[in-house]
């Protein structure tokens, strides 16, 4: 479920998120309890595994709000006994104030976005919140939801090997069983990217750098337990993102709300959904003709290919070679990978080695050339 709004624009982002005055949040959650019941009728009465409350900012949203869609989504499909019901939330006090309404409308983990333990780089990164706000709505979350994960950036600007390291050990003492680990990207269509064009972003580190602070990163993560899992996320054992996984191991999942994507298997098709990026306009779309969709399209098997091999070679466990091979790759292309020590094929599976990680781009382009 895809919230579309923030108090900012963080000069680095690049995900589909909109800084608006005013919010009619009633009929916002109107217009999303008629997406999930219009996918219900679609999809028929699956299991439901997981919600995920993504952004933007969903901690923008009013409890009553969240309330809304999540009892929308129990009456459009049966739950597991435990579902994962996640909310992405900024550490500022405004949004950790509605933590409580969030639990008792059945948010069970909260994802915070907490990027930096540091104020000055917190500024730096356009983020609205200091060190100060970050603790206390971290251990707020801490005695609220029984899952907590935040978020760092790292490969940030002027970035030393040991003040990562120190950072990073810092963040392990206080995380609880989930860490999603970024490095910094510069993105076409940010404010980070306008500097950089314009030279005007110096102390970024190059790429023998960058490497440096994976190694950092995986090394002390995997001294505390929690090895990465999936390239930039790490947990201790049981404790991955359930709901992510599926996306991962590309498994159906629907998505709703402006710029979301879907894939769902409807009579044996893979269908690959998306909504409309602008909120006034989806929202509009919504309530003119009961759908929200731009785009749909089903998928081939070529299509479903490059993205099972650009999804799952994402995962420590790689992806299952008889799925793939079952829509058309050739063991063969792997060949060279294998013989440079980039991935390996073990237990049925192909994936990565720890020499492969770092230039895991490259092993994506080799694979799907």
Known sequence: MHWPFCQAKCPYCDFNSHVVSGIDQTRWARALASEIARYREETGPRLLRSVFFGGGTPSLMLPETVDTVLQAVRRAWPMVNDPEVTLEANPTSVEAGRFRGYRDAGVNRVSLGVQALNDADLRRLGRLHDMREARAAFELARDVFP????????????????????????????AVDHLSLYQLTIEEGTAFGDRYRAGKLAGLPNEDRAVDLWEVTQE??????????EVSNHARPEAESRHNLVYWRYGDYVGVGPGAHGRITVDGRRIAT??????????????????????????????????????????????????VEALGFDVAAARGLVDGGFVELTGGRLRLTPAGWPVLNGVLRELLN
């Open 147 to 174: 899952r907590v994960s935040f978020d760092l950036i790292y490969a940030r600007q002027d970035q030393e090997l040991a003040a990562w390291r120190a950072e990073l050990e810092q963040a392990l003492t206080m």
């Open 274 to 323: 998306e909504a409309l990026r602008a909120p006034g306009a989806w929202l509009a779309q919504v309530e003119a003709t009961g759908h929200g969709d731009v785009a749909r399209e089903a998928l081939d098997a070529e299509a479903q290919l490059a993205e099972v091999l650009l999804m799952g070679m994402r995962l420590r466990e790689g992806v299952d070679l008889a799925r």
């Open 220 to 229: 002390v993560c995997a001294a505390a337990g929690m090895e990465n899992y």
